[in-house]
Every structure is written in structure tokens, then in C-alpha cells.
Nanobody, 120 residues
Framework: QVQLVESGGGLVQPGGSLRLSCAAS????????MSWYRQAPGKERELVAR????????NYADSVKGRFTISRDNAKNTVYLQMNSLKPEDTAVYYC?????????????WGQGTQVTVSS
């Protein structure tokens, strides 16, 4: 069974840091593009960060560039999101996503989400 399990969310003060983890199982992790999305109350889900299967290429939302870093450990089937200099507007549910990209068959998997709250 395919599983993506996020962890590491919580309550943090503005300017603080958190590291999210997403543990994957049930598919060939090293072949998948991994991404972090987030959804704040009243807003649509948005892409936060994305990393290619080999970890060479990344892209970030402009709002988090320079503050967040995505990384992956293919040997551990885990993707991370290091979040620094957190702002209240970063408050959202953060979701892990796995996508097969240009490979066939095409698959798209989602985790259950983890809450991040930035508040003083």
C-alpha cells in the first residue's frame, strides 16, 4: 500500500524554524518527483517546493525562497522541508506529494498533511 506520512509540524513563534519530514513507502521513491504543498484557511492549495527524483533540480514559491529548503534522502525514502524565519503567513496545513513525472504509468500520491502554525 502506498503511504506518505508527514511529521514535524507544530506551533512556532515568528522567526523560528521547523523541519517537516515525509516518509514514503509502497512505491519506487527514487523515481518520483517530490513536492511540498500547503493550504491556508480560505485559500487554494499552493506549491511550496519541489525536487526532482535525483535531487538535482529544485523550485520554490517566491514567498518562501531563501527561507525554506527542500531535500531528500532516497536511501531512506524520505523528503524534508526545512523552514526558517517563519512568518504568520506561513501558517497552513503542509502536504507531501509524490509524482511520477514523465514516467509511465503515471501516479500522483498525497500525504494526510501536517499543521504548521506560526504565532506569537
Amino acid at each position: 500500500q502506498v503511504q506518505l506520512v508527514e511529521s514535524g509540524g507544530g506551533l512556532v513563534q515568528p522567526g523560528g524554524s521547523l523541519r517537516l519530514s515525509c516518509a514514503a513507502s509502497g512505491f519506487t521513491f527514487s523515481r518520483y518527483v517530490m513536492s511540498w504543498y500547503r493550504q491556508a484557511p480560505g485559500k487554494e492549495r499552493e506549491l511550496v517546493a519541489r525536487m526532482s527524483s535525483a535531487g538535482i533540480f529544485t523550485n520554490y514559491a517566491d514567498s518562501v525562497k531563501g527561507r525554506f529548503t527542500i531535500s531528500r534522502d532516497n536511501a531512506k525514502n524520505t523528503v524534508y522541508l526545512q523552514m526558517n524565519s517563519l512568518k504568520p503567513e506561513d501558517t497552513a496545513v503542509y502536504y507531501c506529494n509524490a509524482n511520477s513525472g514523465t514516467a509511465w504509468p503515471r501516479n500522483d500520491y498525497w500525504g494526510q498533511g501536517t499543521q504548521v502554525t506560526v504565532s506569537s
